[in-house]
């Protein structure tokens, strides 16, 4: 499964952006998909994710109900829609997915990786 994460940019405080991320092949053997993030000198920070077949998605803390993740099974694709966006919330943002039935935060449960898309939040 290879994974194309877009939608990134540039935007003020209180903006909002929503990023995408398509699957390349057919997503029936899917378990999850998630989102996760990384700035400079940090860690790779997880964001959320979803149930592909069923069930809502769950968040980090962080987000505080500004993000949603969605799904469009029929367009193999994944969303991730962020209201008021904060400098923090700067970062190179990235789509994931396992291979096998896990559903979490951890990057180490996750095995394909789309190539990330850059979100810039200026003050």
């Known amino acids: 499964v290879q994974l194309q994460a877009s939608g990134g940019g540039l935007v003020q405080a209180g903006d909002s952006l929503r990023l995408s991320c398509v699957a390349s092949?057919?997503?029936?053997?899917?378990?999850?998909m998630g989102w996760f993030r990384q700035a400079p000198g940090n860690e790779r920070e997880f964001v959320g994710a979803i149930p592909w077949s069923a069930g809502n998605p769950f968040y980090a803390d962080f987000v505080k109900g500004r993000f949603t993740i969605s799904r469009d099974k029929a367009k193999n694709t994944m969303y991730l829609q962020m209201n008021a966006l904060a400098p923090e919330d700067t970062a190179t943002y990235y789509c994931?997915?396992?291979?096998?039935?896990?559903?979490?935060?951890?990057?180490?449960?996750?095995?394909?990786w789309g190539q990330g898309t850059q979100v810039t939040v200026s003050s």
């Open positions: 994931a997915a396992p291979r096998s039935n896990v559903y979490g935060p951890s990057p180490s449960w996750y095995d394909y």
């Open positions: 092949e057919l997503t029936f053997n899917l378990y999850s």
